[in-house]
């Protein structure tokens, strides 16, 4: 049974501790009663892009055949548990020709923006930003940008490096980081900001600061917003131990010629983006965010995968030129990063939210800039998209769209479901169709 409450809660209610603060995921007693008495009130439409470097063999990607009643191809057999709440999308393009040079950093640059970057470190606006200025004013963070691994350098693929690892630009000449450290992540979430906020705490979690309000709001609210306050709670307990359980063990033993990664950075790879996945859907849960970037690994990287049986670099692999030892390698590895994005479904499902899950009301597109890393295409590019947009997407199909589609024309048609509408975005033609 809903219980109406005639004087509302503020959406922006926060829990407040000793340096810390918590907002709180969407309640009923957060709803006017007007309103909630007229018809349930819709959660917040969520965005998010999530990006693979260096292509995909697209043989194994592409179903077969276009429409629900296809067989999934290899690479995406890790989402057959998902297969209901995300679409293939083919024929997508980025830029085609006039590359300023080089292919991985244009591949990287210009996904979000439609825009050729150049070397003096200028591109577009990107469409998570876009969204961030048009939505972002409604959460306490208009965006979060997150990956696992920040690059600096002077040349990457012959452009700056900030180029070949950067999604997010709020101007044409301002590229955006990301943020690979979870405690970092997890402080801007969840702290204030206060450069004494662990002396304040002690190194105590951050829920037996606020531990007070928690209860004393349990006891003004519907035992349904109970279960979600205990449930969201829950999960800020389980991402922050599991975070300050990275900083206390001991560094790894690196092998020859590898780098020491950085303090509180997971060493694998998984149990890194696994660990920024649940933050991003901290974040979306408790609606300090609706809009996210995710770079699983910058546009070149050169990554191994040891625990998966791969010792050579990514980037070397993609480059397999047809011999069948190194696509099985390479195979593996865009394996490997499909079934984190599986896992990072699964978190979303779990959450409940008004009468579906977290999931339901997100647009999540998953991808990379090149299509066949082999040749550094960057047209037919391997698309998903998850998630329903509220209601405003039909997933569970294989959508086949004309050679060199604009792939802005796609992220059109996200922005405007999200709330964020504009008339152009680089090179794109129009919203694009067959979504609904």
């Known amino acids: 049974m809903i219980t109406i409450p005639r004087h509302p809660m503020s959406r922006r209610t926060v829990l407040r501790g000793v340096g810390a603060t918590i907002a709180l995921p969407l309640l009923e007693a957060m709803t006017p009663w007007r309103a909630l008495a007229a018809e349930k009130t819709k959660p917040p ?13 697209m043989k ?46 244009p591949a990287m640059a210009a996904f979000l923006t439609g825009t050729q970057p150049r070397r003096d ?11 961030a200025s048009k939505i972002g004013q409604l959460t ?33 000449t301002q ?29 105590r ?26 449930e969201y709670l829950t999960a800020v307990r389980d991402v922050e131990r599991r975070v300050g359980r990275t900083e206390e063990l001991p ?7 590898a780098a020491r990664p950085g303090d509180g950075i997971p060493a694998e790879f998984a149990p890194h983006v696994r660990l920024m996945g649940d933050m991003m859907v901290l974040a979306f849960q408790a609606d300090v965010t609706r809009v996210c970037t995710f770079i699983f690994e910058p546009e070149g990287s050169g990554r191994s995968y040891p625990e998966i049986g791969v010792k050579g670099g990514h980037h070397n692999l993609s480059h397999h030129g047809g011999r069948v030892e190194t696509v099985e390698q390479i195979m ?47 047209k037919d590019l391997p698309i998903l998209l998850a998630g329903k947009g509220g209601g405003s997407l039909k997933p569970a199909r294989h959508v086949r769209y004309p050679t060199n589609t604009p792939i802005t024309n796609l992220w059109l048609s996200l922005l405007e479901r999200a709330g964020a509408t504009t008339k152009t975005l680089g090179d794109s033609t129009g919203p694009l169709k067959g979504l609904d």
Request: glycine letters at 12%; charged letters at 25%.
């Open 121 to 131: 470190v200028r591109c577009g606006v990107s469409a998570d930003q876009i969204a």
């Open 332 to 378: 593996k590895i865009e394996r490997h990063h499909v079934t984190q994005f599986a896992y990072l479904l699964g978190k979303l499902k779990a959450v409940k939210e008004g009468d579906g899950n977290l999931l339901d009301n997100c647009m999540i597109a998953y991808g990379s800039g090149l299509g066949d890393g082999d040749r550094h295409d960057h």
């Open 205 to 230: 979690s951050i829920l037996d600061t606020v531990q007070g309000e928690a209860a004393s709001l349990s006891t003004r609210v519907s035992s349904d917003d109970r279960h979600k306050l205990d």
């Open 140 to 172: 306490r963070l208009p965006s979060l940008e997150i990956g696992s691994k920040r690059i600096g350098g002077a040349s990457c693929d012959g452009f700056p490096c900030v180029v070949s690892s950067t999604l997010s630009w709020p101007s044409p």
């Open 45 to 57: 439409i969520r965005l998010a892009w999530v990006y693979v470097p260096n292509g995909i063999q």
């Open 60 to 105: 194994h990607w592409t179903p077969a055949k276009e429409g629900g009643d296809y067989e999934l191809p290899d690479l995406l057999a890790p989402l057959k548990d998902f297969r209901e709440d995300f679409s293939v999308l083919s024929g997508l393009a980025a830029l085609q020709g006039g590359h300023d040079g080089g292919n991985h950093a």
């Open 251 to 257: 560094a790894p033993n690196p092998p020859q010629g």
């Open 175 to 203: 590229p955006l980081p990301l943020e690979p450290s979870p405690r970092a992540v997890f402080d801007r979430l969840f702290g204030t900001g206060q450069a004494d906020r662990k002396k304040a705490t002690a190194r």
